[in-house]
């Protein structure tokens, strides 16, 4: 299915950066994917790593996938308005997709909740709902992928949706006062009922023009679409949604400070409400000749092409219909998990293709779920949201922290440079329940202390990283603010010290003449050793170590 949609479309990408004010120059967000150098030549490659192209391609469809073939790239698909409908309803393996809309008297499930904004600290004010907005996509086939559908809870299929355009009462951006909510679940039933699921949510503040443009985000129409602008400053999102997916395990974000909470509601849903502010995020585009192109990125490229059956992976702009990529010229969007070491190293020979600079910087607020928790399995009996990841690194290893038994390790990737040249800042911020995080590590209930550093392939430590850890209602919070990128792996260790009790001293019997009463340390009376706070340094970094015997990290010195 994912082959099929990426060789049918050819999407435009916007950028954008975070706080950035109202000018005369065109803000990055309304910058489109970067074309070929040269117009109707082949054996041209080129990237564009930016995660957020799958909320842009808001597709509303329910696909049974027909034929007896095992292979995936042999099946037809076949579109479908129900799930009573021949094949979808005697199909075994299907393919949904689909946003969800607001919840009203006549949308109880599979719906949103609430959507809510403040700005500079303020309370959450409540957002009005305007309208839903239609995508269009296709020229030869524009329904192709906007097809509305009826769902079949036992089956685990929603009702289909669509986006939704919202407004805060005294709120405005650069562009206007409207923000596009897109909440998006995904699913396939493939052999025996079993589901695949995942929940994608973004949020976009844009605008509405009456006219096809370069600065265009998503078509409504072939002559209207909405374009989209920065975030308001200091402003912090709430979305909370109600959905029947099956969610357990990780969120992964492109936002900052999150607050996540979820619950299992009587009816069977899912109730996940996500709240925290933009961040700037960097986006890699470019394009190279094949011949210019590195041996080992070159070889990784044709042995992909073959494997596909020699046809393009991304968006073709000339020569699609050879079997050659010298007569080739593509653009390469997909945004691959990158869980497969050959897609981390391939990402890294094109950031330093780059130069090791970004193409362009865009505020983003979003997030998605990961499927693979099969790590933390064991300490998600009773199912629900294990954690939730965000950080502003361009690419990471898809997928919750690794836990090595000691550490959480999670490895990310940006170029070094933002696209003004300048050096860029990582965030990093990790939720993970108290039960979960005491459970990998069979503590107990006392307190947890936590260290995380940030570390390079060469031992190094990112530089001026300031850390914070915190746990509150049930949720350990870490977080790292102001390292450099080139690849580094963000390490989170956390210990608890093991508190013995301490004997009472005897009381030795009173003399004549002396008072019964003996006074006794607090330690002592209480039968708990007192912990003792000290502050440890690393050249700009400092930590705060909490413990009956604190003691610093290693590399750390007592201050």
């Not at 696909?63 to 129900?82: F, Y």
Request: charged letters at 25%; glycine letters at 8%.
């Amino acid at each position: 299915m994912i082959k099929r949609i990426i060789s049918l479309i050819a999407i435009t990408i916007l950028v954008l950066s975070h706080g950035a004010a109202f000018s005369t120059t065109k803000p990055e967000e309304q910058l489109n994917a970067p074309r070929p150098p040269v117009s109707d030549v082949g054996g041209y490659s080129g990237v564009y790593y930016d995660d957020q192209a799958s909320l842009q391609r808001a597709f509303t469809f329910l696909e049974a996938w027909t034929g007896t073939s095992d292979k995936h790239s042999e099946r037809k698909p076949v579109t479908c308005t129900s799930v009573d409908i021949e094949p979808c309803k005697s199909e075994e393996k299907l393919a949904f997709e689909t946003p969800l809309p607001k919840c009203s008297v006549n949308r109880l499930r599979d719906c949103v909740e609430e959507f809510a904004m403040s700005i500079k600290g303020g309370d959450f004010i409540q957002a009005t709902y305007i309208d839903e907005v239609t995508p269009y996509f296709f020229r030869s086939a524009p329904n192709e992928y906007m097809t509305a559908f009826k769902g079949d809870t036992t089956r685990g299929i929603p009702d289909s949706g669509l986006p939704s355009l919202w407004r805060f009462a005294g709120v405005k951006h650069a562009g206007g006062d409207e923000f596009l909510l897109i909440p998006k679940v995904t699913g396939e039933i493939v052999a025996k009922g079993r589901r695949v699921q995942s929940l994608d949510v973004g949020i976009f503040p844009v605008s509405r023009a009456n006219a096809i443009s370069d600065e265009c985000f998503i078509k409504t129409s072939e002559s209207s679409c909405v374009i989209r602008w920065p975030f308001p400053e200091e402003s912090k999102f709430r979305v909370k949604l109600k959905t029947g997916l099956n969610l357990v395990g990780w969120f992964y974000g492109r936002l900052t400070d999150p607050v996540i909470s979820s619950e299992k509601l009587a009816d069977g849903q899912n109730s996940v409400s996500i709240s925290g502010a933009p961040i700037s995020v960097p986006v890699v585009g470019l394009w190279k000749k094949n011949s210019d192109l590195p041996k080992a990125l070159n070889d990784s490229l044709d042995k992909e092409f073959e494997s596909r059956g020699f046809e393009f992976a991304g968006t073709c702009y000339f020569g699609c219909s050879t079997k050659s990529r010298a007569e080739q010229a593509v653009l390469d969007e997909r945004n691959p998990s990158f869980d497969l070491s050959d897609y981390f190293d391939r990402y890294l020979i094109w950031v330093k293709l780059a130069e090791d600079r970004a193409y362009a910087n865009r505020s983003t607020w979003s997030f998605r779920t990961v499927r693979e928790y099969a790590q933390y399995e064991k300490c998600l009996s009773t199912g629900g949201i294990a954690g939730i990841v965000t950080t502003n690194s361009n690419a990471y290893i898809a997928g919750p922290p690794y836990f090595d038994g000691v550490e959480l390790n999670y490895r990310v990737a940006s170029p070094h440079l933002d696209s003004q040249g300048k050096l860029q800042i990582g965030t990093y911020d990790l939720a993970i329940r108290s039960d979960v995080a005491r459970c990998l590590y069979s503590f107990t209930n006392a307190p947890v202390q936590a260290t995380l550093s940030v570390v390079y392939a060469d031992g190094g430590e990112g530089q001026k990283a300031t850390t914070v850890v915190s746990e509150k209602s049930g949720w350990l919070t870490l977080s790292a603010k102001g390292f450099t990128y080139s690849s580094p792996t963000v390490k989170v260790r956390l210990t608890q010290e093991k508190v013995a009790a301490v004997a009472p001293t005897p009381t030795p019997s009173p003399s004549p003449g002396a008072s019964s009463s003996t006074s006794k340390p607090a330690s002592v009376a209480s039968g708990v050793a007192k912990k003792k706070t000290i502050t440890c340094v690393k050249g700009s970094t400092s930590k705060r170590v909490v413990a009956v015997n604190p003691k610093c990290p290693k590399g750390y010195k007592k201050v």
